[in-house]
């Protein structure tokens, strides 16, 4: 039996989340490196890499629960 395709807005909210979290981790390592190789940071990427993980919690529930899913989110 075929799967069923997912809406389209079901696979944009998933490729915003995968844009995203790339978007973080690029931008948090970037600013390891200038931290530590060079001495300085790019003050506005840490402000990018915290806005993009709220979106990504927020898209991320909205996805969980069109699928019928929890979203858990642990923090140290």
């Known amino acids: 039996m075929p799967t069923p395709r997912k809406p ?14 790339a978007g973080m981790v ?12 060079f001495a300085t940071s790019i003050v506005s990427y840490e402000e990018i890499s915290r806005l993009l993980f709220v979106w990504l919690v927020a898209i991320g529930t909205i996805v969980a629960a069109f699928e019928g899913k929890h979203l858990g989110f642990d923090m140290l």
């Open 8 to 21: 389209v807005l079901h696979r944009l909210a998933e490729l915003f989340m995968v844009v995203a979290l």
């Open 26 to 37: 690029i931008a948090v390592f970037v600013n390891v490196v200038l931290r530590y190789v």
